[in-house]
């Protein structure tokens, strides 16, 4: 599993396997542009298929997530979205980005990029 798809540890903050799923699937989201399925959140939690199934229940039922019944047919929906926004911050941070929310800026350090040409 690439280093960016590690599961998040359970944390007191997170305080359930649920939102740990929750974390899973929107990390998920950020890396791969689709929703994981039944068996890639069992096997990043550590769960059986039926258990991850159960969760994604429990967050749909909250909220949190949206089924559409195809095979990677999860959704976050607005509170998980918000969410999924600080996981794919976090996730640019970890590979270098330097990020200015305040200014909805993003640098990478040491990139040089061709400079446009002037207009005449």
């Known amino acids: 599993m690439p280093e960016a798809l590690t599961p998040v540890p359970l944390t007191p903050a997170m305080s359930s396997r649920r939102l740990q799923a929750l974390g899973f699937i929107e990390l998920y989201f950020v890396a791969h542009g689709e929703s994981p399925t039944y068996s890639e959140i069992a096997a990043a939690l550590g769960v059986s298929s039926e258990r991850a199934k159960e969760l994604v229940?429990?967050?749909?039922?909250?909220g949190m997530l949206r089924r559409t019944g195809a095979r990677r047919g999860l959704v976050l929906t607005e509170p998980a979205a918000m969410v999924s926004r600080n996981q794919a911050l976090l996730l640019l941070r970890r590979e270098g980005w330097r990020i200015d929310v305040a200014t909805r800026t993003a640098t990478l350090p040491n990139l040089t990029l061709p400079l446009a040409p002037e207009l005449e």
Do not use: D, S
């Open 57 to 62: 229940r429990q967050l749909e039922a909250r």
